[in-house]
Structure formats: structure tokens, C-alpha cells
Nanobody, 112 residues
């Protein structure tokens, strides 16, 4: 059973940056795709970004140009660099692997 543990969430002012980390208990090279979803209060969970084992990436239109997903296979960790944060980015962010394994979520709050 693989465990995913997110970290790096918190409170940040609009325009600020955060970097989320998702550490896996095992090797991530076994996963074809890893990524991040988010869920804001009263809204459906939405895909934020994903990255394949080959390094191909996809982003939600709302975060293109502001967020960057990356993976470090040696550290079994996936990152989400979030820049130019907006209040509408406020949500619980969940890491996943192959849409089978999920982390517990980390809260990101963007507010002045």
C-alpha cells in the first residue's frame, strides 16, 4: 500500500507563492501519472496539474502560467510550485498517483 503525504500548504497573501510537496512511501517511477486536484468549499474537485512518467504535463486553464508541476524520482516526490496566487486558488489540495492513491490533503488559503 502506497502512502502519499502532502506538505507546504498555508496562508499566503494574494500575489504570493507556495510550493506543495507530495512524498510517496515507495518509488514513484511505478506510476504513470501523478498530479494534484483541489476542492474549494461548495465546489467540485477539479484537476489542477498532472505529470506523466515521461515528464509531460497538463494544467487547468485557471492555473496555466502560474503553477508548475515537477517530479523528483530520486526523492519519490512530486511538487507543485504556485506563483501569483489568487483568492480563488483557496482550496484543499490533494496529491494523487494514477488516480488510485490519494494523499490526505493540504489547505491553501489565499487572503489578505
Amino acid at each position: 500500500q502506497v502512502q502519499l503525504v502532502e506538505s507546504g500548504g498555508g496562508l499566503v497573501q494574494p500575489g504570493g507563492s507556495l510550493r506543495l510537496s507530495c512524498a510517496a512511501s515507495g518509488s514513484i517511477v511505478t506510476f504513470n501519472t501523478m498530479g494534484w486536484y483541489r476542492q474549494a468549499p461548495g465546489k467540485q474537485r477539479e484537476l489542477v496539474a498532472r505529470i506523466t512518467i515521461g515528464g509531460s504535463t497538463n494544467y487547468a486553464d485557471s492555473v496555466k502560467g502560474r503553477f508548475t508541476i515537477s517530479r523528483d524520482n530520486a526523492k519519490n516526490t512530486v511538487y507543485l510550485q504556485m506563483n501569483s496566487l489568487k483568492p480563488e486558488d483557496t482550496a484543499v489540495y490533494y496529491c494523487y498517483a494514477d488516480v488510485v492513491y490519494w494523499g490526505q490533503g493540504t489547505q491553501v488559503t489565499v487572503s489578505s
